[in-house]
C-alpha cells in the first residue's frame, strides 16, 4: 500500500513529546507513519501504539512496521483511544501526538471524494465505513446545510450556496465533487471566485460534518490527558482555526488555576493547575518546510506537559 503522506512539523512535534527511550507513546492519527516512524527511532525498550480508523493507513503503517517489536498498530478512532489501549492492558502513557484533519493520501486519491480538483464521488469517509457527504447534501434541509457550512467551514455565504445545493437536487442527485464545485462557484459572487477555489470552504465543512471532526478532537484530547502519566505530554497539530480554537480553550482550562474573584483573601476554589504549556504560542512551519509542503503553511502544533 503506497500511503503518500508527508508529515508536518515532524520534528518539532516529537522533540516536543520528549521522548523517553523506555517510555510508552501513541500516534493517534498514524497516517503514513511519518511521525510513528520517528518516534520509533528515539525509542529502546519502549513501545508506540499508532492508530488511524482509515483502513489504508492502517495497511501502510502495518506492512512499514511488520518485524518491529517496539510497534502495536490498532485500527480505530483516536476518540476512543483509552478504551483501545485499555483492551491490551494499556493503562497509562508518556505521550501523546495527534495530527488533526485529512491526509495528503486522502486529499490526492480522487476516489475517496475529498478534493474538489477531479471529479469523483462524493464521499469524503476517513474511515470509508458511515454517511458520505453525498448523503448529507442530498438529504439535508435547507438550514443545517446552511449552519453546517456557515459553522464549520466559516463560510460568508453559506445560505446562498445551501440554496443553490437545494435547487440542484430537485432536478437530480448530487452524486461527485465535480457537480458540486460547480454549483457551489456558480452561487458565490464572481470575485470570491478570484480568491482561491470558492468550493474550499464548502467541502471542508462537509468533510468535518462526515467524520464528526471537532467532537472527536474534544473528546480524543479529553482521553489523551486521561491517559498522560504525570510528566507526560501532548501534542496536537491542527490546521484550520476551529481546530485550533478548541486546543488552545482545553489546554488553557488545564493549566488554569485558581479561579476565585482576585479581592478573595486565600483560595476557596481549590483548583490547581492540571498541566503547563510547554509552548505559549503555536509552533509554526519554518521556511524551509513551507518551500518543499506548502500544505505545511496553515500547520500550528501546541503541546501541554501533565503535572
Not at 459572487?189 to 468535518?208: C, N, Y
Amino acid at each position: 500500500m503506497n500511503f503518500s503522506h508527508i508529515s508536518v512539523l515532524l520534528n518539532e512535534s516529537v522533540d516536543g513529546l520528549d521522548i523517553k527511550p523506555n517510555g510508552i507513546y501513541v500516534d493517534g492519527t498514524a497516517g503514513g507513519g511519518g511521525h510513528s516512524a520517528e518516534i520509533l527511532k528515539r525509542l529502546e525498550n519502549g513501545r508506540l501504539i499508532s492508530i488511524d480508523q482509515d483502513p489504508d493507513a492502517i495497511a501502510a503503517v502495518t506492512e512499514r512496521f511488520r518485524g518491529n517489536e517496539k510497534s502495536i498498530i490498532i485500527k480505530g478512532n483516536f476518540a476512543d483511544m483509552k478504551e483501545l489501549l485499555e483492551n491490551r492492558g494499556i493503562r497509562m502513557v508518556d505521550g501523546v501526538l495527534l495530527d488533526i484533519g485529512v491526509s495528503s493520501h486522502q486529499l490526492d486519491t480522487a476516489e475517496r471524494g475529498f478534493s474538489f480538483h477531479e471529479d469523483a464521488p462524493l464521499d469524503m469517509r476517513m474511515s470509508q465505513q458511515g454517511i458520505t457527504a453525498a448523503e448529507l447534501v442530498n438529504t439535508l434541509p435547507f438550514e443545517e446545510l446552511r449552519r453546517i457550512i456557515s459553522q464549520y467551514g466559516e463560510e460568508k455565504y453559506a445560505s446562498s450556496i445551501s440554496s443553490a445545493i437545494v435547487r440542484a437536487r430537485e432536478n437530480k442527485p448530487i452524486r461527485t465533487t465535480l457537480e458540486l464545485a460547480q454549483i457551489i462557484k456558480g452561487a458565490v459572487p464572481q470575485k470570491v471566485r478570484r480568491d482561491g477555489h470558492p468550493a474550499r470552504k464548502t467541502f471542508q465543512a462537509l468533510r468535518i460534518a462526515v467524520n464528526g471532526e471537532l467532537d472527536k478532537l474534544r473528546q480524543g484530547m479529553e482521553q489523551a490527558f486521561e491517559l498522560l502519566s504525570s510528566g507526560g505530554r501532548l501534542a496536537i497539530i491542527t490546521f484550520h482555526s476551529l481546530e485550533d480554537r478548541i486546543v488552545k480553550q482545553q489546554m488553557a482550562k488545564w493549566c488554569e488555576g485558581c479561579v476565585c474573584p482576585k479581592d478573595f483573601p486565600v483560595c476557596v476554589c481549590g483548583n490547581k493547575p492540571k498541566a503547563r504549556l510547554v509552548n505559549k504560542k503555536p509552533i509554526t512551519a519554518a521556511s524551509t518546510e513551507l518551500d518543499k509542503n506548502q500544505r505545511s503553511r496553515s500547520a500550528k502544533l501546541r503541546i501541554c506537559e501533565k503535572l
